[in-house]
């Protein structure tokens, strides 16, 4: 399989080698994967759920709890481990792995994890554009997991249709120290470990941390499980539906559109810039001598490369 067309025509047809080959191409950066992306752009359906929190507070346990209550319903469930830490990943993490193993047999399930080596979006663009492939394969829900909390996480986060912020007891200072921004990431704050002393200090300071938020901003659902025993999953279940049932497909699919757009002007701009620097000054690192050495200014620089742009689209006869 190497051809961008079998690509192309396997994803559509589920063909786990295919899905394959296309998220290395996206991890990649690789320049074949745009193609691949715009052709299987219309095939996307279905939503994607995010999930992020401190590291070990029982993500991996509470996807593996999500992926077999969609496999009850039938559905195909892709995820992606988002490594934030490491650039490098490419294939299963072992951890997660090891927590989703009674997964990893099941056809139905397609288990990755993330790294940004070449993407110009970063890790962010990255993921997009894996949950966009396991999307257009058919998976549904595509289910996202990032560890952390910090504004990588945010944006990864934010890629996903429904997010949940997964907290647990005795983050002490973690939570304490969180900015009261990191509130609003989650449509739904879960509360894990709920089997553990603390969940109520825990419970209590989040409400509070809740009751803080500015209004007009709606207020995530706080709800408590224990992913390992199994309690309150059901609660979380159908709060998870009430918020897949506001939007349709069609209103999901214009939204992460439009949204994917402002992205791609933002990558194609970033690129469309460092070819200009090239150009007219050799690089980044000699414009960034310039500056150091207080030759130029950074303003400086970014007129000289619009009023450049300018030119060569005069000189196109482009509008
Ligand atoms: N007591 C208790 N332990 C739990 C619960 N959920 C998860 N754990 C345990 O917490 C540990 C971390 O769980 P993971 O699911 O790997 O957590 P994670 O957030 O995915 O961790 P990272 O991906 O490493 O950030 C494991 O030992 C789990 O068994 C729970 O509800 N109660
Ligand atoms: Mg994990």
Avoid: C
Wanted: proline letters at 3%; zero cysteines.
């Amino acid at each position: 399989m190497s051809s961008t067309d079998d690509i192309i025509r396997g994803i559509g047809e589920g063909s786990i080698r295919a899905i394959a080959r296309a998220l290395s191409m996206v991890e990649n950066g690789s320049a074949d994967s745009v193609e691949v992306l715009d052709k299987v752009f219309s095939l996307q359906s279905g939503f994607s759920i995010g999930v992020t929190g401190p590291p070990g507070a029982g993500k991996s346990t509470l996807v593996s709890r999500m992926i077999s209550r969609y496999r009850s319903q039938e559905n195909t469930v892709g995820v992606i481990a988002v490594d934030p830490s490491s650039p490098f990943t490419g294939g299963a993490l072992l951890g997660d792995r090891i927590r989703m193993q009674s997964h990893a047999s099941d056809p139905g399930v397609f288990i990755r994890s993330m790294g940004s080596r070449g993407h110009l979006g970063g890790l962010s663009g990255a993921t997009r554009d894996a949950s966009l492939v396991l999307s257009a394969a058919g998976y549904s829900p595509v289910i996202i997991e990032t560890v952390g909390v910090g504004q990588a996480e945010v944006e990864v986060a934010d890629l996903a249709d429904i997010t949940l912020l997964v907290l647990v007891p005795g983050l002490g200072d973690d939570v304490q120290s969180m900015k009261a921004g990191i509130m609003e990431i989650g449509d739904i704050i879960i509360l894990n470990k709920a089997d553990r002393n603390g969940i109520d200090q825990l419970e209590s300071y989040v409400r509070a941390s809740l009751e803080l938020m500015p209004p007009g901003i709606r207020k995530p659902e706080v709800v408590r499980v224990s992913a390992v025993n199994g309690d309150g999953l059901e609660n979380l279940w159908k709060a998870i539906d009430r918020l897949a049932a506001i939007h349709s497909d069609e209103q999901r699919k214009s939204r992460s559109a439009i949204k994917t757009l402002n992205e791609i002007l933002k990558e194609n701009g970033l690129l469309f810039a460092e070819r200009l620097l090239e150009t007219q000054y050799n690089g980044r690192e000699a414009a960034e001598e310039l500056i150091l050495s207080g030759t130029l200014s950074p303003y400086a620089i970014g007129k000289k490369l619009l009023e450049t742009a300018e030119g060569m689209l005069k000189h196109n006869g482009s509008k």
